[in-house]
């Protein structure tokens, strides 16, 4: 029979009950609610005598605790095993992240599941450093580059870290394993007007034909590019139009660039049936993935390889890992600051376009500042 007790040397409830062996055992419920005491009581009990009559196995202690913590707090004890905890952290991700980021945590943790087998239905606590090595390996095996492994295993690390922080785990199995050397790092190549123009002729009429136009007079990231709004085209002041963006590797800091639109590229926009606010400059590319066999980066090389445009081989593709070549539309943004650079552009002005110096992507330049960002616009030179 359980009961409490209220000693009077301690302003909390005790419990005292029939233990796994038989034993009357008195311990702290640790609260002076009684509500809360008697829950917790109870489930010791429970749990002590489905250990004498053997039938107590970890599933049922979690079970136990899950009730327990939701008579008490509301919430049920989060998931048990790796897999619903890694459920769980992924589900959560996707409501704070981007689409295309959420997908990307999405395929990182099922990959992990996978390599665990059997395993990823244990206790998150059971996962050692060998397992997230092994995986590590198997990245690496079917042609994942060095930076693209510790991408990877950064995002799982962190899924481990949030654990520990919660009192799951006591030591993150990633924390051992350090950072892989990337063989693929080379010199990245720039493209010529020549080869932007075949670009451009290869991508005739499509979304991509713009894209390529922003990558060569903007010197934004594919994803930008693919993610750019009609909202971020400024054309308040009819005579000089910006492209106002908050690039998403800066996103948490709230750092943009502002950056005037070339001619050429106005013009393709005013051919363009223009959207309002969110709506996408590039429909057919927005909010697709930039990994991947049908990724924007692969459509770019099959766009690459109909104008008849090979770079250097930085990296062989082995297994499921792709080749990488020293010309992809990174390169365009190569091409942006190489040919700023080439004109006499001072430092300085380029970093105002593509270093993301400004606070917020809405800030206005000085006089001194719009003349020179213009100026550096003007020098790049057209390529239709």
């Keep these: 029979m359980a009961h409490l007790i209220q000693r009077p040397d301690?302003?909390?409830?005790?419990?005292?009950?029939?233990?796994?062996?038989?034993?009357?055992?008195?311990?702290?419920?640790?609260?002076?609610?009684?509500?809360?005491?008697?829950?917790?009581l109870l489930?010791?009990?429970?749990?002590?005598?489905?250990?004498r009559q053997g039938i107590l196995t970890e599933a049922r202690v979690r079970r136990v605790l899950s009730d327990t913590l939701e008579q008490a707090?509301?919430?049920?004890?989060?998931?048990?095993?790796?897999?619903?905890?890694?459920?769980?952290?992924v589900g959560a991700k996707q409501k704070e992240k981007a689409t295309r980021t959420g997908m990307k945590y999405a395929q990182v943790a099922e990959h992990f599941l996978a390599s665990l087998g059997s395993r990823a239905n244990l206790p998150l606590e059971a996962i050692v450093t060998a397992d997230v090595s092994k995986?590590?390996?198997?990245?690496?095996?079917?042609?994942?580059?060095?930076?693209?492994?510790?991408?990877?295993?950064?995002?799982v690390a962190s899924v481990f870290e949030k654990a520990k922080r919660g009192g799951r785990i006591?030591?993150?199995?990633?924390?051992?394993?350090?950072?892989?050397?990337?063989e693929e790092k080379g010199e990245r190549d720039t493209f010529t007007s020549e080869q932007v123009r075949a670009l451009l002729n290869a991508t005739k009429g499509t979304d991509w034909e713009g894209a390529t136009l922003v990558g060569f007079f903007t010197g934004l990231r594919l994803r930008d590019v693919t993610g750019l709004t009609w909202g971020a085209v400024d054309t308040t002041n009819h005579e000089r139009w910006f492209l106002r963006v908050i690039p998403l590797k800066t996103l948490k800091t709230n750092r943009g660039v502002a950056v005037p639109v070339h001619p050429e590229l106005r013009n393709w926009l005013e051919?363009?049936?223009?959207?309002?606010?969110?709506?996408?400059?590039f429909p057919s590319l927005a909010n697709k993935s930039g990994a991947?066999?049908?990724?924007?980066?692969?459509?770019?090389?099959?766009?690459?390889?109909?104008?008849?445009?090979v770079g250097?081989?930085?990296?062989?593709?082995?297994?499921?890992?792709?080749?990488?070549?020293?010309?992809s539309f990174h390169s365009l943004r190569h091409s942006f600051t190489s040919t700023m650079t080439a004109a006499g552009v001072p430092e300085e002005v380029r970093m105002l376009l593509t270093g993301h110096s400004t606070k917020k992507a809405h800030k206005v330049y000085t006089h001194h500042e719009e003349t020179q960002v213009w100026g550096a616009i003007s020098a790049l030179p057209g390529v239709l």
């Design 73 to 89: 707090t509301g919430a049920p004890l989060p998931g048990g095993s790796v897999r619903e905890y890694f459920h769980e952290w």
């Design 292 to 309: 991947g066999k049908s990724g924007l980066s692969m459509q770019f090389k099959r766009i690459m390889e109909k104008a008849g445009i």
């Design 271 to 281: 051919s363009r049936h223009r959207g309002i606010g969110k709506a996408p400059v």
């Design 135 to 155: 995986w590590r390996d198997l990245l690496t095996a079917e042609g994942r580059s060095g930076t693209t492994t510790n991408d990877s295993v950064k995002i």
């Design 43 to 51: 489930a010791w009990e429970r749990t002590a005598k489905e250990a």
């Design 170 to 182: 006591q030591v993150n199995p990633c924390h051992e394993l350090g950072n892989l050397r990337d």
């Design 312 to 327: 250097k081989a930085l990296r062989i593709g082995k297994g499921a890992g792709r080749s990488t070549s020293s010309l």
């Design 10 to 40: 301690s302003n909390v409830w005790w419990g005292s009950f029939t233990g796994a062996d038989g034993r009357r055992v008195r311990r702290s419920c640790g609260t002076s609610n009684r509500t809360e005491a008697m829950t917790i």
